[in-house]
């Protein structure tokens, strides 16, 4: 019997390769024999650097940048196995697991730390790089990236406008003359895990905001900011970039990169897949677990679940999907490959408790599946 374990990562609880391990173990427990593949995978946020560069056989580094609070953070970029290709998270520099919970603030918070990591992956030579959007805990449309990158953001009296989302609607004009002139020569692939506009209903302030720590009368300013940087991208420079699929991606890094850079956005998860040769692992499948920390209706959008059962569909291999929470709305992800959702959490409990026990539960989760799909071979088995 062969089980392919894929999962995304575990926001602020354990890696993908810490939840493939845990499952693993759950399926170990009881199939002995079992072939279990783990394949942890991202979206284009948390875990996208490692899972490229070790699919690859490339090579990690770190560098002090700015965190998304204004504090040096040590981030995590890589390079491919070509030696020419820089893999890049905003999640490293910019992430919502930078921030405690209590001091997390989209008003005030930046991506000059993305920034300052392109920069590092320049002075390296690389002029093909990929850019993973996703767990940011900011809303700034890639301000603070851009102002790393020597494109000057002003205000009507000729300054350059602070740091944060909230910072935008002083913005008047954007000069893109002191740009680094290397980025005329990279291409960016921009590994996209959701395919939000910038703003509206459906943007980055609305969609996204809240769980960056912004309240209601936040998330509407945010999102008149982010448009007026929409205004004056498209008065300044001729880029419509408010309603293009992904330009919300990170609080609006997305449009940065549209709009001032060689930049093509793609499916996160498929760039990822591609990479791991997931196609390859599902021959001879029989069931394929995936899973992330939250499951529900934005899981459609671009997220490793749905982006794996595709993968698995087309093989004909059944796949079950793990998750810390599962949403009331969740079960439309079965019009969409997923055969079955389970939570893994064992019953009302405080976030930080599901957090430190997600391992636990993972193993307890998986030995239970492992154990109904063994009777069900049984079964199947004494009918004949």
Known sequence: MKILIAPDSFKESLSAEGVAQA???????????????????ADGG??????????????????????????????????????????????????LDLVPMAQRNPWVATTRGTGELILQALDAGARHIIVGLGGSATNDAGAGMLQALGVRLLDAQGKD???GGGALQALHHIDATGM???LAEVQFEI????DNPLTGDYGASAVFGPQKGADAQM??????????????????????????PGAGAAGGLGGAFLAFTRARLKSGIDIVLDAV????????ADLVITGEGRIDSQTVRGKTPVGVSKRAQKAGVPVIALAGSVSEDSDLLHAHGIDALFSIV????????????AADNLYRTARNIAATWQLASRYQASRG
């Open 191 to 194: 590994a996209c895990d959701v």
């Open 346 to 357: 064992p019953g009302v409990v405080s976030l930080p408790k599901a957090l430190d026990d």
């Open 161 to 163: 406008i602070a740091a």
């Open 277 to 284: 040769e997931i196609d390859r692992h599902l021959e001879g």
């Open 46 to 95: 948390e875990g996208t650097t490692q899972a490229l560069v070790a699919a690859t056989g490339g090579a990690l580094f770190s560098a002090d940048v700015t965190g998304p609070m204004g504090e040096t953070v040590s981030a995590c970029w890589g390079t491919l196995g070509d030696g020419k290709t820089a893999v890049i998270e905003s999640a490293a520099a910019s992430g």
């Open 219 to 244: 998330v509407q300013q945010l999102d008149a900011c982010l448009g007026h940087f929409a205004e004056v991208v498209l008065a300044c420079h001729g880029k419509d970039i408010d309603a293009t």
């Open 23 to 41: 499952i693993g173990r759950g399926f170990a427990a009881v199939i002995a024999d079992a072939e279990l593949v783990l394949l942890p995978v």
């Open 180 to 182: 680094d002139p290397r």
